[in-house]
């Protein structure tokens, strides 16, 4: 089977775009640069609330297929959008390897932060990539379109 990957497409004049994805399932997340800090902290206090990285992961994928959870079950599109995009923050930030990092990247507000989750057995595994500027990205990118290593995407239809 096919492993389904996911792009942002278009640069964002506002902040740090997240793309959070697990199988065909896809979240962006644009990061504002006044609210960075905000974000930040945000996703440090979800992150010191869950038990472990493994959870952590585990909790995203659960978000990203919409399952019926509580305390979701009742939230607007937009909330759930939000809340999936600072508990992948949270991740990026605290159990990451690069999280000084992936801090600066949403601080600065012109990057762009992939976390694609893939599964084997029980296990999840993040497979991140962190971009200072849309241009870096764009280098990344050049040799996948040119190989012709996507599909067409499915994003969640939070907002």
Same mark, same amino acid.
């Given at each position: 089977?096919?492993?389904?990957? /996911? ?5 964002? %004049?506002?902040? %740090? ?9 896809? /979240? ?5 640069? @006044? ?6 902290? /945000? +996703?440090? &206090?979800? *992150?010191?609330?869950?038990?472990? *990285? =493994?959870?952590? $992961? ?9 399952? @019926? ?10 909330? &759930? ?5 600072? !508990?992948?923050?949270?991740? $990026?930030?605290?159990?990451? @390897?690069?999280? =000084?990092?992936?801090?600066?990247? !949403?601080? &600065? +507000?012109?990057?762009?932060? $992939?976390?694609?989750?893939? *599964? ?12 200072? %500027? ?6 990344? $990118?050049? @040799?996948?379109?040119? *190989?012709?290593?996507? =599909?067409?995407?499915?994003? %969640?239809?939070?907002?």
């Amino acid at each position: 089977m096919e492993q389904a990957r /996911h792009f942002p497409r278009n640069p964002s %004049t506002l902040g %740090t775009i997240l793309l959070t994805s697990y199988d065909h399932f896809a /979240h962006e997340n644009i990061i504002a640069r @006044p609210r960075a800090e905000e974000a930040l902290q /945000h +996703g440090s &206090k979800i *992150a010191a609330s869950v038990e472990d *990285a =493994a959870r952590h $992961l585990h909790t995203l994928t659960l978000l990203l297929s919409d399952a @019926p959870e509580e305390p979701l079950l009742r939230a607007s599109a937009a909330q &759930k959008g939000s809340v999936l995009g600072l !508990v992948a923050l949270g991740y $990026l930030i605290t159990h990451a @390897p690069f999280a =000084a990092t992936a801090r600066e990247i !949403v601080r &600065k +507000g012109e990057g762009v932060i $992939l976390l694609n989750i893939t *599964a084997d057995g029980e296990d999840f595994i993040p497979h991140t990539a962190l971009f200072e %500027t849309w241009d870096d990205y764009q280098v990344y $990118l050049q @040799p996948i379109l040119a *190989a012709g290593d996507f =599909a067409a995407e499915h994003h %969640t239809i939070f907002s």
